[in-house]
């Protein structure tokens, strides 16, 4: 499953293993899909990027958009949520969320190099 | 008076202030108008979470400028205002038989990955888009979007989401925002002027910040029809109000040991006004002040 979003400014393609985002202005922010834990039930689950975030750079969203043409015995919940990198442009590079990140998932780049 | 009120409002009323912009059949009187709403009310309550993150809607500027022009809108208000339109939202929400309801911010969930519940939702949209979701997770509730049957929506409510059946609730869940240093806006989720929802948001999580600041569309949210004013002879520059700011309109300069309020930067909130002991800052009409008059 591919999805891909762009706006003027910040693209971001999201397959199974990983979200990205590119940004105009040179930042790269991967995350990897398979390490992320982040579920949006779990009351106790990971959100550690989102809140430690100065600028807001993250962002999430259920992966499947709720079909309420489907009747409602018939739905699937949308307990799947993806992390993503909505606001890349405005990371400042402070690399908190890359060393808080407790299984590693978050990799950003300055114009191709790491942080 | 702002565009809205403008448009909206009349010469007594700002566009808030109006019972009729209350009322669903008010403002869309036949048939044809209301069918359009319904299907807009659902296909906006079925993809709200997945636009608020994603860049094709929240940051592409051509696509928010044309939903703030077909009524996407909101405004700052201060917490007197706010009781006003709840007292008003009550009183239609009564003569239309619909519901008012306490849910969680979707801005908050997006972004932060909590459920808190801040906004207040009332009229026929919010029991349209109810009709529309509930049918799921039954032991979760509203918060899920699913749960019982039409009529078991009230009961499961006071589980899921708050009801603010009573005025005092409100007013009691108002004063906690308040403290909570929480701004408040009006808005209409693309059907202006039907006034649909209070919400209380901060700026790190609010979408309609983001619209306005970082999007840059200015008409997703309007700064408020007050400005704070400051008086330096009874203002001790305590320190109250300089975190209360979320807009960055307050300077304290240790140099001279004075405040100064930007009213260029200020949207109105009323949030440092409330926190002031020593009742330093007013809340003053924006037409009374100039250089602020006609920035909205």
Redesign the interface.
Known sequence: MLQT????????TLDDHQSR?VAHNGVTVTIDREKCT?S?YDPK?C?RC??LCPV?V?????LE????SIP??Q?I?PTKWVL?A??AD?CNGCAACVQQCPHQAITIEFDGKRL | MCHWCNQHGDRDHKWYEKQENYLFEKVFPDETSQDKAKEEI?ST???T??R?????F????QFLQDRADAGFGSQIITKEEMLKILHLADEAVKREDSIMVVGHCPCR??????RDYVCIGFGMPVAMSME??????PKEGLT???GAEWSQLRQDLRKGVKVPLMMSEAEQLIDEWEERGLWHIVMSRGRLPLIEAICNCER??CTYW?NRF?SGVPEYVLKGHFVARLDPQTCASCGECWDKCHFGAIHHSPTSETVDIDPTLCMGCGLCAGACPNMAIAMVPREEIPAARDRW
Do not use: C, H
Not at chain 1, 5 to 12: P, T, Y
Not at chain 1, 65 to 68: I, S
């Open positions: 979003s762009k706006s003027d400014k910040v693209e971001i985002a982040y949006m689950g959100r989102l809140q807001r993250f962002g999430t969203r259920p958009k709720r079909d309420f409602p015995k739905r919940d993503l909505t606001w405005w | 659902k309550f079925s993809q979470e997945w608020y993150s994603d860049p094709e929240i940051r592409n500027k969930l997006v972004y932060e990955g909590v529309v979701g509930y049918g799921r997770l899920e979007y699913g790190r999580y983001m970082r």
